[in-house]
């Protein structure tokens, strides 16, 4: 009976991960045609009970995960493996989930300026559905960054500037998906929304360099 639900087990983990393929680029479009239509929706699918829920879409935090995963393959295709960095850092599993936790810092942040907004006590289950928005919303532009840093690493001036038109063209996408978010969620201004907005992207950059620069002091320490 037991082998019985592990093959059971095994069956359902298949058809997941293979469902995968279909609907992350469902996903993705639907993101990049309609994110706040997507955003609502992570919203209205937390409510339900569980059953059917993101049924017809990845949910964000797997979607953000594979967006993850998906930019790492084409690094390791494009550049092949990277160079041990010591300590904690030399597993490329390490590395994928730091990369994956450092990219969910613009979600969070966001949806903590969201829920503050509206006022309510900050707790896991308030978050949550603000955290789910963010994601999808978010996706798009971690994609652009992963793709300009990837081009990048050729160190050319076509690549370079190729590379500075990718971010550019990520981070105003996202900037001007934000803006109009704030705008539609209350009685939040322009102006203000657009404040707020810049602040709490230059605030999740700030942390993850911060973040790399503890890491990069980590690693020189190692070495020595």
């Not at 279909?22 to 996903?27: K, N």
């Not at 500075?164 to 998906?177: E, K, T």
């Amino acid at each position: 009976m037991d082998f019985m639900k592990l093959l059971k087990s095994i069956e359902e983990l298949l058809y997941e991960i293979v469902s995968w393929a279909l609907f992350y680029p469902i996903t993705l479009w639907r993101c990049l045609r309609h994110p706040h239509n997507m955003m609502n929706y992570a919203k209205t699918e937390l409510q339900d009970d569980g059953v059917g829920r993101f049924d017809d879409a990845l949910s964000p935090p797997i979607f953000l995960l594979l967006t993850m995963f998906f930019a790492y393959l084409l690094q390791l295709i494009v550049e092949g493996p990277s160079p041990p960095l010591g300590g904690f850092f030399d597993s490329e599993q390490n590395l994928l989930f730091s990369r994956a936790v450092a990219f969910s810092l613009f979600p969070l942040i966001l949806a903590l300026r969201d829920v503050r907004q509206r006022g309510a006590r900050v707790t896991k289950q308030v978050l949550k559905p603000a955290f789910y928005s963010q994601c999808y919303a978010t996706v798009p532009f971690v994609l652009a960054l992963d793709l300009a840093l990837i081009v990048s690493q050729h160190g050319t001036t076509a690549t370079t500037i190729a590379a500075i038109l990718i971010f550019l063209a990520g981070l105003a996408w996202y900037f001007s998906v934000e803006v109009a978010w704030v705008e539609s969620q209350g009685e939040t201004r322009r102006l203000r929304a657009i404040l707020e907005v810049a602040g709490n992207i230059l605030l999740g950059f700030a942390v993850i360099l911060a973040g790399l620069t503890m890491v990069a002091l980590s690693i020189m320490n190692h070495a020595t």
